[in-house]
């Protein structure tokens, strides 16, 4: 069965330091692998998602990711931090069956002016 | 754009009350999905269906069951509320594709309070 780790349950950062937020997943074939956002209050938004091919994905609000196969991680970046990122963040993989998501445990970002 | 409603942003209701969630999607998705959301939990899946009528279990059914008799509607039923289900609950629903390849979409979540 698939498996998805987000080893900090809470980071802190300021606003315009860099961030990245971890990711390690176990499953048996080549994943596809999600990150969710979740503002406060507010249902899910996708961020990015890896399929296949290049393994640094970029997605919305500036927001990267690379797969790292090895490592079975596929870790989150943004270079600079807004306010507005301030929210939680959760990484999925994906199953074969009907769509079904495997997802973290979710890592909830804190920015500081 | 997709749009995935629930029928309510706020719950309160009493330990032992039937309890109905409703969820509906706008994409002519096939597959819907229940979450429940708690703190340090991540998501958890309940239930999900593929087609209308059909439904499979999750990780954690007990407690809860669904309806689909439409395309565009999924339910959520608590049979007999308890304080243990206090919790965000977290419809989405998806295009059909054999690898989880397509991403899911979700609606803004209902929080319910058992009391």
């Known amino acids: 069965a698939q498996s998805v780790t987000q080893p900090d349950i809470h980071i802190t950062v300021s606003e315009g330091a860099s961030l990245e937020l971890r990711c390690n997943y176990s499953?048996?074939?080549?994943?596809?692998l999600f990150w969710y956002v979740q503002s406060p209050g507010q249902g899910l938004q996708l961020l990015l998602k890896?399929?296949?091919?290049?393994?640094l994905v970029q997605g919305i609000k500036g927001f990267e990711a690379e797969f790292k196969r090895s490592q079975s991680s596929f870790n989150l970046r943004k270079p600079s931090v807004h306010w507005s990122d301030a929210a939680e963040y959760f990484c999925?993989?994906?199953?074969?069956?009907?769509?079904?998501?495997?997802f973290g445990q979710g890592t909830i970002l804190t920015v500081h002016p | 754009d997709v749009k995935v409603t629930q029928s309510s942003r706020y719950l309160v209701k009493r330990t032992g009350e039937k309890v109905f969630l409703e969820c509906v999607q706008d994409?002519?998705?096939?597959?819907m999905f229940w979450y429940r959301q708690d703190p340090g939990l991540g998501l958890r899946l309940i239930y999900f269906?593929?087609?209308?009528?059909?439904?499979e279990k999750g990780d954690i059914p007990e407690g809860y069951s669904v309806s689909r008799e439409k395309k565009e509607r999924f339910s959520l039923i608590l049979e007999s509320a308890s304080t243990n289900q206090t919790s965000m609950y977290l419809c989405?629903?998806?295009?059909?594709?054999?690898?989880?390849?397509?991403?899911?979409?979700f609606g803004p979540g209902t929080r319910l309070t058992v009391t």
């Open positions: 989405a629903s998806s295009r059909p594709e054999a690898g989880g390849r397509y991403e899911q979409y």
């Open positions: 499953y048996g074939a080549t994943p596809y």
């Open positions: 890896y399929f296949s091919g290049d393994t």
């Open positions: 999925a993989v994906g199953a074969a069956s009907y769509g079904k998501l495997t």
């Open positions: 994409m002519d998705h096939e597959n």
């Open positions: 269906s593929y087609d209308v009528k059909m439904k």
